[in-house]
Nanobody
Framework: EVRLVESGGGLVPAGGSLRLSCAAS????????IGWFRRVPGKEREGLAC????????TYANSVKGRFTISRDNSKNMVHLQMNSLKPEDTATYYC?????????????????????WGRGTLVTVSS
């Protein structure tokens, strides 16, 4: 059974930092490209950052470029999202997701071909 479990969300003041983690199990982790998305109620889901399965190539949305950093540890089946300089508009539920196949960061973040698996999300609240 494939499982993606996010953690690390919480309440943080504007300007602060959080590190989200996604623990993966039930599949061969380094076969998959993996990324982070977020959703605010009433708005479309937004792709934030993704990382390729083996080479570690990364792609970021403009809204988080320079503030967020994605990384993965294939030995531990973990992916992280370091979020710095958080803003109130970063408040959302954050999800990790994965997709097999060749890496195309733009297509991944736009969900052009859909995702294979999703986590259940972790809530991040940034206070002003």
């Amino acid at each position: 059974e494939v499982r993606l479990v996010e953690s690390g969300g919480g309440l943080v003041p504007a300007g602060g930092s959080l590190r989200l983690s996604c623990a993966a199990s039930g599949f061969t982790f380094d076969d998959y490209n993996i990324g982070w998305f977020r959703r605010v109620p009433g708005k479309e889901r937004e792709g934030l950052a993704c990382i390729s399965n083996r080479s570690g190539t990364t792609t970021y949305a403009n809204s988080v470029k320079g503030r967020f950093t994605i990384s993965r540890d294939n030995s531990k089946n973990m992916v992280h999202l370091q979020m710095n300089s958080l803003k109130p508009e970063d408040t959302a539920t954050y999800y990790c997701a994965l997709k097999s196949g060749s890496y195309d960061g733009s297509s991944f973040l736009s969900e052009k071909y859909g995702m294979d698996y999703w986590g259940r999300g972790t809530l991040v609240t940034v206070s002003s």
